[in-house]
């Protein structure tokens, strides 16, 4: 059977997998090993080559950046960074009306900085901030969308796990990566910012009415002042500057930054006091099962992009593609839809392992820069998981919330977020620059 018919096989045989609910490392390798077996006829041929890709792999440096991010953004959330970057983001921004919205988004924008993970900046302020949001008059569903909008922060702002998986696949430099993810996560910071401060403008139900007409503030007592509250935190805002100016300096590899992240968190969380032996353990336990379920995927994806490769399906692609009537811009613009689709069916990892390999090739061939277009399609991604049915981040929400909110409430919630990151993503598309200005100084 011609090899070409037989990658397109084991594509459909992907997909129909990950949507069955198959576990997508397990999908990965087994097609990868299916596919060359078919192709070559010779059962020895495809053990050598998942044998020699899991070697590969695993020896490549890059993979070493994983756990050390990985036990800084834990290390933080157990030694309660969340807390303290929500209640000094709102003694900045609480006294304005709408004010405790934008804080939780200004908290979610640096806790992104320090975990990279959407669905553990969506679990941890909706037991922080959610609470605070309605007892001071939100409406439920609004701040329940703010909650879920600011989250996907966690996978642009670096270092994020997306960023990570991204430049094993395109072999792009993962601390310009994370470089490229500043701005534009700044930029979306911004977005929301004054999005909420006009959703709450244009309708003043969304803030039920305290006082004078105003929104009720934290109290002295829980918010302590600016520079008292500012100074729980200082700790956390030197860390990830040290951690990405370091990056961005020249000064550190991603990796040693990791490290060094790491270990500033650790002595962090001691010096507060809120990690002792118990919890440092389960730190390392949580982290070592984090790293090696990513490591395996990262592995899969790679016996599955090689037996992609040897099908001839990538340049096939390339060359159909480029000899179509269409604009290159439309061509991006046709994957990015198929980003969002697969957002609403499966988690964001699954997405990139599936579709990366068949777009970047064809991506790299149209002439973009593969740095911008992984910022693009992160966002993308990022849209597609605040989406039903599937929607990572709400179903995250659900379960720290349980019977506190419904799902609706939060898919609902969470409409006004997705059209400012629709917008956002018009932005990236006209200025390119966003995302590619700052790893030029590298």
Known sequence: MDP?????????????????????????AFLGFLGVWWMSGDVDVASRLVGTTAFTAIMDYTFTVLPFFVAMGLLASVSGA????????????????????IGT???????????????????????????????????KKFALGVVAGSSVLGMLIPPS???????????EAIGRLFIAGVIPGLI????????????????????????????????KSEGKGIMAALRTCWGIVVLIIVSLGGIWMGFFTPTEAGA????????????????????????LYDTGITT????????SAQVYSRMIALSGLVNWMSVTIKSLPIHPLGIIIIFLIIFLILGCLMDSASIMLLALPLMLPVVKTLGFDLIWFGVVSVVVI????????????VFAMKAALGEEARIEEIFQGSIPFLWMMALFVIILMFFPKLSTWLPGLM
């Open 4 to 28: 070409l018919f037989i990658g397109l096989i084991m594509v459909v045989l992907l997909v129909a997998a990950i949507l069955s609910g198959i576990y997508v490392g397990v999908s990965l």
């Open 82 to 101: 969340g807390y303290d970057l929500y209640m000094a983001a709102n003694a900045i921004t609480g006294r304005v009306r709408g004010g405790l919205g």
């Open 105 to 139: 988004v200004l908290a979610n924008a640096v806790f992104a900085a320090i975990t990279g993970v959407s669905v553990a900046s969506a679990a941890i302020f909706s037991k922080i901030s959610l609470p605070e949001m309605l007892r001071h008059g939100y409406d």
């Open 161 to 171: 796990v997306l960023f990570i998986i991204y430049g094993v696949l395109s072999e």
């Open 188 to 219: 979306l910071v911004a977005i929301y910012s004054l999005g909420i401060f006009f959703m709450v403008w244009r309708r003043p139900g969304l803030i039920k009415q305290k006082g004078k007409g105003e929104e009720t503030a934290l109290p």
């Open 260 to 283: 060094v992240g790491a270990f500033g968190a650790l002595i962090l969380g001691f010096a507060k006091r809120r990690i002792n032996k118990n919890i440092f353990w389960k730190v």
């Open 292 to 299: 090696a379920g990513v490591f395996f995927l990262l592995i």
């Open 382 to 393: 990022e849209m597609g998981i605040l989406t039903p049915p599937f929607g990572m981040v």
